[in-house]
């Protein structure tokens, strides 16, 4: 029988390039080479595409790019049914791709920009397509759409051009501190800064003004954060509701990558109703979203047990020690079978 080919795409011109290293390299070696054949698709941090016929080790430790010799020139034709063009000795050759399995976390990777490219060129991609891709990351059009569902969000107001100090002032004149100051389409919590005081306000709109040519700023939740992973394009498997646990402050890059202050804990410390309330939420957020093959929802849990989303992550972390897939190994689902389980989800939708 032949095998289908999987192209693996890592890298991006992204903050959170070294996150996609490491999720790629997990699950670059989780993939099941019997029944796969895998390219890999690297991006530089400039921009530029290559294909790596090199070790996944290499991958992780950034060394990708350190031998000519493993690195050739290709690129997703937007052709329908262009597959992948490799440039070598100025020939260029189709290869032809059965999935594209993008690792590319953030901007220009996980804000619909490749979902679209391989939309155009009719190849089957994991996790969402380029219109759920582009809504999950615009924190502020995802918030409109799920308080339409029905799902409380926290209030806010948000800015698409750079406002006045007095400006900033009057807009934030109904939320109560703290407040959190996000820049609208990053992750991995870059450019965000929880403000305590008014006078602080103005510096962290500029700090993520740096990261997006949009920002919101949202009144602070006074409760926890939960996550859970949900799996699927129209039937949806759930997985356990974790958890994080602060000391202070907020889940920062550095913490989300060190846990040095901060504890995840999974399963969440609720009973078992509450984690049932917060995955029936996760699944309309879900599907409000349009999204499928996988995503990773955050909701806000407050003392009294309300239901507040935060946001969706439809390329969330995926190392073998990364939330998702231990949300989903709480219910059974090893990580080689996560991974099978999302390329043949894939399969199922035609673009």
């Not at 107001?157 to 807009?171: G, K, L």
Request: proline residues 4%; contains cysteine; glycine residues 8%.
């Amino acid at each position: 029988m032949n095998k289908k080919v999987v192209a693996v795409i890592f890298g991006g011109c992204s903050p959170e390039y070294p996150v996609s290293l490491m999720s790629s390299f997990s699950i670059i070696n989780a993939i099941n080479r019997d029944k796969y054949d895998v390219i890999l698709i690297g991006i530089t941090k400039q921009g530029l595409w290559f294909r790596f016929n090199g070790a996944a080790q290499a991958i992780l430790e950034d060394k990708w790019q350190d031998d000519d010799a493993l690195l050739t020139r290709a690129f997703i034709s937007p052709e329908r049914g262009g597959g992948l063009l490799e440039v070598k000795n100025d020939i260029t050759t189709s290869i032809a791709v059965d999935v594209v399995f993008p690792v590319l976390h953030g901007r220009f990777g996980e804000d619909g920009t490749i979902q679209g490219l391989c939309e155009l060129s009719g190849i089957p991609l994991v996790g969402a397509g380029a219109a759920a891709s582009a809504l999950c990351m615009d924190k502020d059009r995802a918030h409109k759409l799920v308080s339409f569902a029905g799902i409380s969000v926290p209030k806010s107001v948000c800015f698409e051009y750079v406002p006045s100090d007095d400006e900033v002032i009057s807009a934030v004149s109904e939320l109560a501190l703290p407040m959190f100051v996000k820049p609208v389409k990053a992750g991995s919590s870059f450019g965000i800064t929880k403000v305590h005081s008014l006078d602080c306000l103005t510096a962290a709109v500029r700090e993520a003004f740096s990261f997006d040519d949009a920002v919101i700023i949202e009144e602070g939740i006074d409760g926890i954060e939960t996550g859970c992973a949900v799996v699927g394009n129209h039937e949806l498997t759930v997985g356990r509701v974790d958890e994080i646990e602060l000391s202070d402050g907020f889940f920062t890059y550095e913490e989300k990558y060190t846990l040095k202050t901060s504890e995840i804990h999974m399963p969440a410390r609720i009973d078992a109703a509450l984690e049932s309330r917060l995955q029936e939420a996760a699944k309309i957020i879900y599907k409000t979203l349009g999204c499928r093959g996988y995503c990773r929802v955050d909701i806000f849990l407050t003392k009294d047990k309300q239901i507040v989303f935060n946001e969706a992550n439809t390329i969330p972390g995926f190392t073998a020690k990364s939330r998702f897939p231990k949300m989903m190994k709480g219910i059974g689902i090893e990580y080689p079978e996560l991974v099978d389980m999302l390329i043949d989800l894939s399969l199922e939708i035609r673009n």
